[in-house]
């Protein structure tokens, strides 16, 4: 990244309105719109863009061509009453769009003082993004979404609208959350939740299929699934027998190695064991 300083940039980039700090770093191309806030210790790399009213503060990094709507802030402080104002991290992704009123705040000492948003994310109207979040890569969030401090967001996740997610929770990659869903607890990779309180209804199939999964494949990994989450025995016996039949399949691994990951909140699993059915 090539940046230049301000006294170098185009006047027409930067509007006459905006508080840009001279301690800024400023990339090539970026463009800062009408009544912006820009702060001392913010990096924004090449061809960013901040459309108007965006405040962006504390030690945050702006990925290349990423696009901030108006009204959003990114990286203030947390809303943690144990935050003292220690130097905290937030860094967005390359090409990440953050839509209007979105909130994103920074880490804090007690996390792992980092707010993450991966590249190529998508966040709608009045997403709340809180402290310590670590959210990947081709994430939809849409409007209205709140993440509490210290989730983890998978590559390629869809949260749907208005969907609550309680601290510590984990999203797998794949994964999808439908709108109004209060998830509690963890939700395995390619799975669907969905309700008031989110219950595992099945796979997230659509998502599947755009990664290239043929019937077939997709047939083996339903079946992997349907064993795992309704099968006869204790659940730990079917998990050690899935990670035998299944070495092969990267998708059902992925699902095998969440589940085996340390988590505060335990699985969302709620699929009807007499029947097997979902909802893909």
Known sequence: ??????????????????????????????????????????????????????????????????????????????????????????????????REHCSIHRGTITGTGITKIGADCLLMAVVHVAHDCDVGDNVIMSNNVVLGGHVVVGDRAIIGGSAALLQFVRVGQGAMVGGVTGVTADVIPYGFVFGPRAKLCGLNIIGLRRRGLDKTQLHRVRAAYKFLFAGPGVFAERTAQARADYADNQYVMDMLDFIATPSRHGLITNLSRATGEDEG
């Not at 508080?19 to 191309?29: H, K, Q, Y």
Request: net charge negative.
């Open 1 to 98: 990244m090539a940046g230049v300083g301000l006294e170098t940039m185009l006047l027409d980039l930067i509007h006459p309105t905006a508080i840009v700090s001279p301690d800024a770093f400023i990339g090539r191309g970026v463009k800062i719109g009408p009544f912006c806030t820009v702060g001392p210790d913010v990096v924004l790399e090449d061809d960013v863009e901040l459309v108007s009213h965006v405040v962006v503060e504390g030690k945050t990094r702006v990925g290349a061509g990423a696009k901030l709507f108006p009204f959003c802030t990114v990286g203030m402080a947390p809303q943690d009453l144990k935050y003292k104002g220690e130097p905290t991290e937030t860094i967005i992704g390359p090409r990440t769009i953050i």
